[in-house]
């Protein structure tokens, strides 16, 4: 039957007369604006509620005298920055934690350079079980810092492997109290810390090693230069900004420094170990002076973006130079 209607010349004719349907309309520039906008919303609303909303209430609150214990929020007194001239000026022991966070991070990012670098090196030849090794180097970093943190306050008790290796190589009289003693509770934490943290500079600095172009370290050893001359003077400064990034991911890491020193010794003995982490977090958490804990939040804040720019400047001048 449809077939009859369609070989009907009438039926062709009409056929023929009807307009063809108009094709799909593609989507105007501002119809596709709008899509994409209605899209990228949602996130936007998400990203603003998680993340810029409570910096605000916590920038707010660190200009009031606020205290859980006090009522609500919105009933505390406004008092300025009161907060923050009192941290600066008038409490030593946040300047002191700012100063301790500081020396034990100079401390362990050197030493976690030095001991990166010298295993990069070493992992550029071949050697048997090279890759096993590479393996076992890279562990610890993926152990959670509140499990090294406990193993090694195990590792650093007064009858703990530690001391029962000192007793057995210099005597009983070279043992020592680990965490009652300032001097040596710093170095435990020290010790932990660059155990924990080195294998990152290893694997930056292995990355950067193998990146770097072998045309001018040829040039350099056909003309004659000494393998050490070869390393400082060619690869060294070739590394420079991959050295530069990797300071900068571990300085914004150790300032936050706060699950090895909790489990290790709780900031004792005494302060002689707190950080400005586990100081913000007693403010907070012990103390309930939360406004007040905000207030150092935010100077710490201030002084880590702070740093980061310093650090980044020398990278910043490079690309800048190779995009001209």
């Known amino acids: 039957m449809t077939a009859f209607f369609t070989s009907c010349p009438r039926a062709q004719t009409a056929s023929a007369a009807q307009p063809a349907p108009a094709p799909a309309s593609a989507p105007t520039g501002l119809g596709l604006k709008g899509l994409v906008r209605v899209l990228v919303l949602p996130g936007q609303i998400v990203s603003l509620l998680?993340?810029?909303v409570p910096l605000l209430v916590a920038l707010y609150m660190s200009f009031t005298d606020?205290?859980?214990?006090?009522?609500?929020?919105?009933?505390?007194?406004?008092?300025g920055f009161e907060n923050y001239s009192e941290l600066l000026i008038y409490d030593t022991r946040f300047v002191y934690s700012i100063l301790r966070t500081a020396l034990i991070s100079m401390v362990c990012l050197s030493l976690e350079f030095v001991f990166g670098l010298g295993l990069a090196v070493l992992f550029l030849r071949e050697f048997r079980g090279k890759s096993l090794l590479f393996s076992a180097f890279l562990t610890p970093m993926m152990i959670?810092?509140?499990?090294?943190?406990?193993?090694f306050w195990m590792l650093f008790q007064t009858n703990g492997p530690v001391n029962q290796i000192i007793e057995f190589?210099?005597?009983?009289?070279?043992?020592?109290?680990?965490?009652?003693?300032?001097?040596c509770a710093v170095t435990a934490v020290i010790l932990t810390?660059?155990?924990?943290?080195?294998?990152?500079?290893?694997?930056?600095?292995?990355?950067?090693?193998?990146?770097?172009?072998?045309?001018?370290v040829r040039a350099a050893v056909i003309l004659g230069a000494s393998p050490r001359q070869v390393f400082w003077c060619i690869i060294l400064p070739?590394?420079?900004?991959v050295i530069i990034v990797a300071?900068?991911?571990?300085?914004m890491e150790i300032i936050k420094l706060f699950d090895e020193v909790f489990m290790l010794t709780r900031g004792g003995p005494g302060s002689a170990t707190e950080t400005i982490s586990l100081?913000?977090?007693?403010?907070?958490?012990?103390?309930?002076?939360?406004?007040?804990g905000a207030a150092a939040a935010f100077i710490v804040l201030l002084g880590s973006l702070l740093l980061i720019h310093l650090l980044l400047v020398p990278v910043r001048e490079q690309i800048m130079k190779a995009g001209r």
């Open 66 to 79: 606020w205290s859980p214990t006090r009522g609500s929020l919105f009933d505390a007194t406004f008092v």
């Open 50 to 52: 998680v993340l810029v």
């Open 247 to 251: 300071f900068v991911i571990r300085s």
């Open 169 to 183: 190589l210099f005597g009983a009289q070279a043992t020592m109290e680990w965490f009652r003693n300032a001097p």
């Open 279 to 292: 100081y913000i977090y007693k403010l907070a958490f012990n103390d309930f002076q939360l406004a007040y």
């Open 238 to 241: 070739m590394l420079k900004p």
């Open 144 to 151: 959670l810092p509140v499990v090294v943190g406990y193993t």
């Open 193 to 216: 810390e660059v155990w924990h943290w080195t294998p990152l500079f290893f694997l930056i600095l292995l990355s950067g090693l193998n990146a770097i172009p072998e045309n001018p």
